[in-house]
């Protein structure tokens, strides 16, 4: 992707925004005054924005926006990559034309973001240095996806004696989480459709189909048994692993809640866990598969596609 020039005078942007909460169908692209770096803070020109499940979540309806803090009108979006081109006083981590990536919760879709140096990605936003042989559209991914998974594997530590199942490992998370495990020595078993079984091997997982029988396919595929799991869509994982007597102390969940299980978070990953990715990335240790890019203003398609979680990767907006 060509990489746009750094123009630190302007007073224009364009931003996906809301009017009102809903689908694909409330997105907007709009011209906006560009935001200004105050004190402790950095402009960075977006180039990437990588998309979540969680970022048509929370826009969904007034209530769940609420629960994030949200109001209208809202931003959209909150993984980004791209260069900064404007540093406000007191920061001295950044420089104008250095190559940045992270999070800003729900305003990332936008030609530029101001980030606060010691925020965090629920609050100002959070900012790391690119590295080199990571590109932007790569580097776009690795937020939000790279911490929940970094998260989930903190809680159940697999290790070279494990046989960890992960559900739903074809998704955003999944791609990080399958390889953070290999790389640990894990042997991984994977759920997903019959139409993702080709990448979730090519990500060293051993595929199985989800659904019903779930438990009674594992236990043929893994007859000394399953150690520890993940589950990264609902509760089917969670409750499988335990009819297959894995303690609920290896089990966790990243977007339900079951008692006795400890969820993961993305916002409790451990310091430098993001960092530690994508250098995995830049060694060539670590891949992120994008299933599709769009132009921002196929914004609205571009979600339709992800809200299906039928894409094996991740979908990504250059702006």
Avoid at 67 to 81: I, Q, W
């Amino acid at each position: 992707m060509q990489q746009p020039s750094v123009n630190t005078s302007a007073t224009t942007s364009r931003a996906v925004q809301l009017e009102s909460f809903g689908g694909p169908e409330v997105l907007s692209l709009r011209e906006v005054p560009a935001p200004q770096a105050g004190s402790g803070q950095i402009r960075v020109r977006v180039t990437a924005a990588g998309l979540n499940p969680m970022d048509w979540f929370m826009t969904s309806d007034a209530q769940t926006a609420t629960r994030f803090g949200l109001s209208l009108p809202s931003g959209f979006g909150t993984d980004y990559a791209g260069i900064v081109d404007q540093v406000g006083d007191g920061v001295t981590e950044f420089a104008a034309g250095d190559r940045v990536f992270g999070g800003a919760l729900s305003r990332a879709v936008a030609d530029h973001v101001v980030i606060d140096v010691a925020g965090t990605i629920a609050a100002g936003g959070d900012a790391h240095h690119t590295p080199d042989g990571v590109d932007d559209r790569t580097a776009a991914t690795l937020a939000i996806a790279g911490c929940t998974a970094a998260a989930a594997l903190a809680v159940v530590t697999p290790g070279p004696s494990d046989t960890l199942l992960i559900g739903g490992a074809g998704g955003g998370v999944g791609v990080f989480a399958v390889q953070l495990a290999r790389l640990a020595g894990a042997r991984v078993i994977g759920t997903g459709s019959a139409t993702s079984a080709d990448a979730l091997r090519a990500l060293g997982a051993e595929p199985v189909a989800y659904g019903d029988g779930l438990v009674d396919r594992l236990r043929a595929l893994a007859p000394a048994g399953v150690t520890a799991a993940i589950d990264l869509h609902g509760t089917d994982t969670a409750q499988a692993a335990r009819k297959l007597s894995v303690p609920d102390e290896r089990i966790t969940t990243i977007a339900a809640q079951i008692d006795g299980i400890t969820p993961a978070n993305g916002a409790n990953a451990a310091p430098g866990a993001i960092e530690e990715i994508a250098r995995l990335v830049a060694a060539g240790q670590l891949r992120v598969p994008i299933a599709a890019s769009f132009p921002v203003e196929q914004i609205r398609a571009a979600v339709e596609l992800q809200a299906g979680r039928h894409v094996h990767g991740k979908v990504v907006i250059d702006l």
